[in-house]
């Protein structure tokens, strides 16, 4: 049962993919992938909670988590889309580093992603198979940690948003809010769904494996597509600004300021 529904996860994802593969090789712009990344974790989700029996309470909360969490993130990211036409910076990058045969590239880098959405996913399917008729305490303590991560995460992005709507702030360094406690608060309280989801699927059969979801999150946003490249980009465009607030400010966890 485990196995099938992973590998029907993944078929239904590996076919959006598909398609949002084949709609950048006729727009040449790959931002496509985020939306279909976070979409496929929905997709991810629903196929656990419609394949694992009669739904319950617990599979509708997970689910619903999960839909507001894609729902808002997908919304951010299809405006940002069709207001800037033009291709995510990382992507543009990643274009002209590959000479040749770049529509097969993508064509794995996108199927790649989705099958990452399997392995992410897996907490889900953990949570949606828990036996138990009730909510335990560490469930209770999940959630309140996921509503935290997704306010926090709600209100990061909407005070970035606002300060770079304001012209003065063009190519100066936002320390309003929480960015003022922290240089990526909006990806430290990502990351903290995706411990709630650990936290809700560790009393499960199977939960303690589930802890590669907030292991790997960690991994990707601290050493590769989160805040590495987020940093190269603001030092270019910010420059000596930017490395004051390096200095004085914690990277990933809300912290009081350094002295320097």
């Known amino acids: 049962?485990?196995?099938?529904?992973?590998?029907?996860?993944?078929?239904?994802?590996?076919?959006?993919?598909?398609?949002?593969?084949?709609?950048?090789?006729?727009t040449k712009?790959?931002?496509?992938?985020?939306?279909?990344?976070?979409?496929?974790?929905?997709?991810?989700?629903?196929v656990y909670a419609t394949g694992t029996g009669t739904l319950n309470p617990r599979k509708m909360l997970i689910f619903v988590l999960v839909g507001f969490w894609a729902v808002r993130l997908a919304g951010l990211l299809?405006?940002?889309?069709?207001?800037?036409?033009?291709?995510?910076?990382?992507?543009?990058?990643?274009?002209?580093?590959?000479?040749?045969r770049q529509d097969l590239k993508f064509f794995f880098m996108f199927q790649f992603q989705g099958l990452l959405d399997v392995i992410l996913s897996w907490g889900y399917l953990v949570?949606?198979?828990?036996?138990s008729?009730?909510?335990?305490?560490?469930?209770?303590?999940?959630?309140?940690?996921?509503?935290?991560?997704?306010?926090?995460?709600?209100?990061a992005d909407g005070q970035l948003q606002a300060?770079?709507?304001?012209?003065?702030?063009?190519?100066?360094?936002?320390?309003?809010?929480?960015?003022?406690?922290?240089?990526?608060?909006?990806?430290f309280f990502e990351w903290l769904m995706w411990l709630a989801y650990f936290l809700m699927a560790v009393v499960a059969p199977f939960?303690?494996?589930?802890?590669?979801?907030?292991?790997?999150?960690?991994?990707?946003?601290?050493?590769?597509?989160?805040?590495?490249l987020a940093e190269a980009q603001?030092?270019?465009?910010?420059?000596?600004e930017y490395r004051r607030y390096q200095k004085t400010t914690s990277m990933f966890i809300p912290l009081p300021k350094r002295k320097i």
């Open 133 to 155: 008729k009730n909510f335990s305490t560490f469930e209770y303590l999940a959630l309140g940690v996921w509503i935290v991560g997704f306010v926090g995460e709600f209100i």
């Open 78 to 100: 299809a405006v940002r889309l069709l207001r800037d036409r033009r291709e995510d910076r990382r992507y543009a990058r990643i274009r002209e580093e590959w000479k040749t």
């Open 29 to 46: 712009n790959a931002s496509l992938l985020d939306i279909g990344w976070t979409a496929g974790l929905l997709i991810c989700c629903w």
């Open 163 to 187: 300060f770079k709507a304001d012209p003065v702030n063009k190519a100066r360094t936002c320390e309003y809010g929480l960015w003022y406690y922290s240089r990526h608060p909006n990806y």
């Open 1 to 26: 049962m485990i196995i099938h529904l992973l590998l029907t996860a993944w078929g239904y994802v590996a076919f959006m993919m598909f398609v949002l593969w084949f709609m950048q090789v006729k």
């Open 127 to 131: 949570i949606c198979m828990n036996p």
């Open 234 to 240: 603001a030092l270019r465009t910010k420059g000596d």
């Open 207 to 228: 939960g303690w494996s589930v802890v590669i979801s907030p292991v790997l999150m960690y991994y990707f946003l601290m050493h590769l597509s989160g805040v590495p």
